[in-house]
């Protein structure tokens, strides 16, 4: 089992960047893969980006591609969401979520384990 905690979030103009920390507990950290996710009033949660366990596969909804990066620390328990060129689109509460999984998981339901989110707020 993993705990998550996200932290980062708050309120940026639009242009501005900031980088979101998904902080996780246990021993096992490197077997999970990570997902980000986001989730604005009154629309459904989207995958944002996706690293499998080993750092070596990463996915980016079009959305995001060229502006976000994920990133992985398992020695330090940690992923990181690297957010560029904000947009007031991107405003969203921000959740990581982990898979104890080899493969590469892309979907909300693909994953088990899930943190409370961070707001991002991007004022135009």
């Known amino acids: 089992q993993v705990q998550l905690i996200e932290s980062g979030g708050g309120l940026v103009q639009a242009g501005d960047s900031l980088r979101l920390t998904c902080a996780a507990s246990g021993r096992t950290f490197s077997s999970y893969a990570i997902g980000w996710f986001r989730q604005a009033p009154g629309k459904e949660r989207e995958s944002v980006a996706a690293i499998s366990r080993s750092g070596s596969n990463i996915y980016y909804a079009d959305s995001v591609k060229g502006r976000f990066t994920i990133s992985r620390d398992n020695a330090k328990n940690s992923v990181y969401l690297s957010m560029s060129s904000l947009k007031s689109e991107d405003t969203a509460v921000y959740y990581c979520?982990?898979?104890?999984?080899?493969?590469?998981?892309?979907?909300?339901?693909?994953?088990?384990?899930w943190g409370q989110g961070t707001q991002v707020t991007v004022s135009s």
């Open positions: 979520a982990a898979r104890d999984n080899s493969g590469f998981l892309w979907r909300p339901r693909d994953y088990d384990y």
